[in-house]
């Protein structure tokens, strides 16, 4: 039997936002030791009407998420962030790994 696609049933901000986070994390190609996490010290701000995360150039409304606490409070609740207080927040194993569906949206190199 396939795997159910977003069996934590998250939603459309918190999708976005974590996918978004995953890019950050694989741009930064570390981990915080030998447990598989990377704590993300600083959210990219947006600038005009985007958002630049490595190469990639993003819509500042799809990576709204990034300051709502309310989304990191539900992706904490889930297992797949802690909160590093601030400005950081570390995504764990299960985090970094779970399939948002959503990588090749957001996959745009950036022209500048």
Same mark, same amino acid.
């Given at each position: ?7 934590? =049933? ?18 930064? =190609? ?10 993300? @010290?600083? @959210? !990219? $701000?947006?600038h005009g009407d985007h958002v630049h995360i490595g190469q990639f150039t993003v819509s500042a409304r799809d ?5 709502? !606490? ?37 996959? @745009?190199?950036?022209? $500048?």
């Amino acid at each position: 039997m396939a795997s159910r696609k977003n069996p934590l =049933k998250l939603n459309k901000l918190q999708l976005r936002t974590l996918v978004l986070a995953q890019m950050l994390a694989n741009d930064q =190609k570390a981990t915080d030791g030998t447990d598989g996490e990377v704590t993300l @010290m600083q @959210m !990219p $701000h947006a600038h005009g009407d985007h958002v630049h995360i490595g190469q990639f150039t993003v819509s500042a409304r799809d990576a709204s998420g990034f300051s709502n !606490p309310a989304v990191w409070a539900a992706l904490a609740r889930k297992g797949l962030v802690r909160e590093a207080g601030q400005p950081g927040v570390t995504l764990t194993a299960e985090g970094l790994a779970y399939d948002t569906g959503l990588n090749e949206r957001f996959a @745009m190199p950036s022209d $500048h």
